[in-house]
């Protein structure tokens, strides 16, 4: 099923172009997870309900134009307007039961030794929105579910030809709380002044703080001190990443891996990474719902400041470099481990559905 994919929405099932696709020409708030298990299990799916509930409270307060396909004084109506999570979850769950009836029992031999990718898109329909006028509304009554699913087969985790190669390319993005569809036009631009084999792209507001990539969370393994020698204690380093409060996104792998270092007693500071000190960064990896956890080999800073780069031809950028011993380090690999054991814990059972 790696080369099939199903969209499904009101009841239909459709065939679905690459998600990237999907996404530019549907505005929304979203989410992406996978299965684990073989088809058994969604991977932290209840989280995965709690940001999406949040994404879309937060476009209807500051964004509503993110959420509606245009911006209209009826979605002005709904601002600051409650909505319960629970909602959420009986919308979108009741699209996926359908859905999963519909698409994957019907292809459950295609898909045997892969996993699935789900996309949850929820948009706002202004027609919806519109028609009923003045009449009561409830957010949920004017809100879309889009399931985009496809055949995924994850990459073993660890394996040293797996690095991730980072490059900082732009600034952070616009309401970065919220996860939202319009980020995947946004982000287009940068594609320009990405470097030849370069797998993902990293955000800075001032060219030294490192917030996030354009699809992930950005973490690095800190020794607190330069005297420290790489390979002591836990408590000899540090794992940081950048707080919400600086404009990340909430991931939920990202929130994962905070919980996995409090119960190991990985020490942890929520402080966006600061390249000026790259010397003490013994490790560096990144996070998202389909990589779990990928191990970074080397990131890329422009020379000159990123204002230069609007100025420069891509071809002639010049870079400097960190490169990471080979393969994930030790305590990159403790919390592989230990977000995998909480996956397994937390797994929510597709026949619960």
Not at 78 to 107: C, F, P, R, T, W
Request: hydrophobic share 40%; charged share 25%.
């Amino acid at each position: 099923m790696s080369n099939c994919r199903f969209l499904y929405h009101n009841g239909v099932v459709l065939e679905a172009p690459p998600v990237t696709t999907f996404l530019e020409s549907h505005t929304g708030a979203y989410t992406t997870t996978r299965t684990i298990n073989s088809v058994t299990s969604f991977l932290f799916w209840e989280r995965h309900m709690k940001r999406l509930t949040s994404s879309i409270c937060i476009l209807l307060d500051s964004k509503p134009e993110f959420l509606f396909s245009s911006e209209s004084s009826s979605s002005r109506f709904l601002m600051n307007q409650s909505i319960h999570e629970s909602s959420i979850y009986d919308l979108v769950n009741g699209s996926m039961n359908k859905a999963m009836n519909s698409v994957v029992v019907k292809e459950r031999e295609s898909i045997y030794g892969e996993e699935l990718a789900v996309t949850v898109l929820v948009s706002g329909n202004v027609e919806k929105l519109n028609r009923l006028g003045d009449q009561e509304r409830k957010v949920v009554d004017f809100l879309d579910v889009w399931l985009h699913i496809g055949g995924y087969s994850p990459c073993p985790l660890g394996v040293r030809e797996n690095a991730a190669s980072l490059a900082l390319v732009g600034r952070g993005r616009d309401v970065a709380a919220a996860k939202y569809s319009d980020w995947v036009r946004l982000r287009k631009p940068l594609e320009k002044f990405r470097p030849l084999s370069t797998t993902e792209l990293l955000l800075s507001n001032d060219g030294d703080h490192l917030l996030e990539g354009c699809i992930t969370n950005f973490f690095v393994v800190c020794r607190k001190s330069s005297d420290n020698l790489y390979g002591g204690s836990l408590s000899e380093f540090e794992v940081q990443t950048a707080p919400i409060t600086d404009g990340v996104l909430p991931g939920v792998i990202r929130n994962v891996v905070i919980d996995v270092c409090l119960s190991k007693g990985i020490p942890y500071r929520e402080r966006a990474p600061s390249w000026s000190e790259r010397e003490l960064w013994e490790e560096a990896f990144i996070t998202s719902s389909l990589r779990i956890v990928q191990h970074v080999g080397t990131i890329k800073v422009p020379v000159d400041s990123l204002e230069a780069l609007a100025c420069t031809k891509p071809e002639e950028i010049q870079w400097k470099e960190k490169k990471f011993e080979e393969g994930p380090g030790m305590i990159t690999e403790l919390i592989q481990r230990g977000i995998m054991e909480r996956g397994i814990e937390e797994g929510f059972l597709l026949k619960n559905l």
